[in-house]
C-alpha cells in the first residue's frame, strides 16, 4: 500500500521531471562545469584507476566525484584549490569503498584491466599492488600530480607531518619492492 | 632528489600517460544529467520531508486516541447505541478518504 507521503512525493517527482533542468541550482554553470572537467577528469580518473586497478569502479567513482562537486561544491574557488577539491572527494569515495568492503583493488587481472608496462623495464602496476591504499595514493599525488606536502595534506585530508612521514615509508617500500625484483638501482 | 626518485616518477607518469591513452574519460554530460537527477531527488526528498512527520504525528495520535478510546468504553462507560444518521456519516467519511486515496495513488501513477 503506497503511503500519502510517497503518493504525494511521485507527483512531485513526476511534476519536477517534467519541469526544464534548472542549472542554476547546480554550484556551476554548464559551460563552467566542462572546463573544469576538462581541466581535471584525466589526473582524476588516472589515480582512481591506479589505486583501484579497476576500470569499472574508477569509473564510476570519477563520476560520482564530479556529481558530487556538481551538488554540493561551492563557485569561487580557484583552480588550485578546485582540484584539490576534488581529489579530496576522491580519495574520500576510495576509503568509504574501501571501508564498506565491496571488492579488493587489484581484484582484476592485469589482462583484464588492459594498463601493463611490458615494455618498461618497471612494472609499476606489481609495484602498485604491492603498496597498501595509502600509499599508492601518496606516491601518485607526489610524483604524478606534483604535490607538495601541504597540498597532499588538503588533498587527503591527513596532516601535513603525517604526510611527510607516511610519504617517505610509502616511498621506501616501493623501491624496496623494485629493488628486490632488480627493477631499481 | 636522488636518480631512484626520479627513476620512480618517470615509471609512474608513464604508468599514468598509459591509463589516459587506453581509457578515455565518460563525455561530462553523462555526469551533468546524474547530478540533475540527484539535484531532483533531493528536492523530493526535501518536499516530501514535513509531509511524512505529519504522518508519523499522525499516527502515533491515532494509536493514543484509539488506546484511550478502548480504554473508556471498558473501563468506564459502555458504548454508546450508533444512531442511523452516525453511521451514514461515518460511512460517508470513509468512503471519502477511500476515494481520495485512490485518485491520489493513480495521478502518481500517471505522473512516473
Redesign the interface.
Known amino acids: 500500500m ?17 519541469a526544464p ?3 542554476s ?2 554550484a556551476f554553470s ?1 559551460a563552467e ?2 572546463r573544469i ?2 581541466a581535471n ?2 589526473p582524476i ?2 589515480y582512481l ?2 589505486s583501484t586497478a579497476l ?1 569499472d569502479i ?2 564510476d567513482l ?2 560520482e566525484t ?2 558530487r562537486l ?2 554540493q561544491g561551492k563557485s569561487g574557488m580557484d583552480a588550485d584549490a578546485l582540484r584539490r577539491y576534488l581529489f579530496r572527494i576522491a580519495t574520500n569515495l576510495l576509503r568509504d569503498r574501501w571501508r564498506s568492503g565491496e571488492g579488493r583493488a587489484f581484484d582484476e587481472p592485469a589482462e583484464a584491466g ?2 601493463t ?1 611490458l615494455d ?3 612494472d ?2 606489481a ?1 602498485l599492488e604491492h603498496l597498501n591504499p595509502r600509499e599508492r595514493q601518496l ?2 599525488l607526489a ?2 600530480e606534483g604535490m607538495d606536502h601541504a597540498e597532499i595534506a588538503a588533498a587527503t585530508g591527513l596532516g601535513r607531518l603525517s604526510v611527510r612521514t607516511l610519504l617517505f615509508r610509502a ?1 621506501s617500500r ?2 624496496q619492492f ?1 629493488s628486490a625484483r632488480g627493477e ?2 | 632528489m636522488n636518480r631512484s626518485d626520479e627513476t620512480l616518477r618517470e615509471a609512474l607518469r608513464g604508468y599514468s600517460a598509459k591509463i589516459t591513452e587506453s581509457h578515455p574519460v565518460p563525455p561530462s554530460s553523462v555526469i551533468w544529467l546524474r547530478a540533475e537527477r540527484r539535484k531532483r531527488r533531493l528536492a523530493v526528498e526535501r518536499a516530501e520531508r514535513p509531509l511524512r512527520i505529519m504522518q508519523a504525528l499522525g499516527l502515533v495520535c491515532a494509536v493514543i486516541a484509539a488506546g484511550w478510546l478502548l480504554f473508556q468504553a471498558g473501563s468506564l462507560h459502555p458504548l454508546p447505541a450508533f444512531r442511523t444518521a452516525v453511521l451514514v456519516s461515518a460511512f460517508a467519511s470513509l468512503l471519502l478518504v477511500v476515494a481520495g486515496c485512490w485518485t491520489m495513488v493513480l495521478a502518481s501513477r500517471r505522473s512516473l
Open positions: 503506497q503511503t500519502a507521503a510517497e503518493t504525494g512525493g511521485a507527483a512531485l517527482a513526476g511534476a519536477l521531471d517534467g533542468a534548472d542549472s541550482a547546480m554548464e562545469f566542462q572537467y576538462d577528469a584525466g580518473l588516472g584507476t591506479a576500470r574508477a569509473d570519477l563520476q564530479f556529481c556538481l551538488v588492459a594498463i608496462d618498461a623495464s618497471i609499476v602496476r609495484m606516491l601518485w610524483y604524478v616511498r616501493a623501491k623494485l631499481l638501482r
